[in-house]
Nanobody, 125 residues
Framework: QVQLVESGGGLVQPGGSLRLSCAVS????????MGWFRQAPGKEREFVAA????????YYADSVKGRFTISRDGVKNTVYLQMNSLKPEDTAVYYC??????????????????WGQGAQVTVSS
């Protein structure tokens, strides 16, 4: 069974930075395209960023482009989301996801097969 465990969430002031990590276990990490989604209170879950199996194919939501960076480490079996210049509207629970289809990076939630438990990110002064 594939397990995804997020860490690194917390409270940060506007303009600050956080890095989320997602450790993947149970299957070969290199077989998965990976993504990050988020869900704010009272809102739909939305796509944030995705990265291909080989570390290419980077894809970002317009709302985070230029501020967030997704990356992966094949030795540590971990995917990261570096978040800079954080805004109050970035406040949400952030979810790590894995897609085993090997059909390329995707922004649609139903494509992803495995999900982490979520990490809370709160941006507030």
């Amino acid at each position: 069974q594939v397990q995804l465990v997020e860490s690194g969430g917390g409270l940060v002031q506007p303009g600050g930075s956080l890095r989320l990590s997602c450790a993947v276990s149970g299957r070969t990490f290199s077989n998965f395209d990976m993504g990050w989604f988020r869900q704010a209170p009272g809102k739909e879950r939305e796509f944030v960023a995705a990265i291909g199996r080989d570390g290419g194919g980077l894809y970002y939501a317009d709302s985070v482009k230029g501020r967030f960076t997704i990356s992966r480490d094949g030795v540590k079996n971990t995917v990261y989301l570096q978040m800079n210049s954080l805004k109050p509207e970035d406040t949400a629970v952030y979810y790590c996801t894995a897609d085993r289809s090997q059909s390329g990076v995707n922004y649609a939630a139903p494509v992803y097969d495995f999900w982490g438990q979520g990490a809370q990110v709160t941006v507030s002064s």
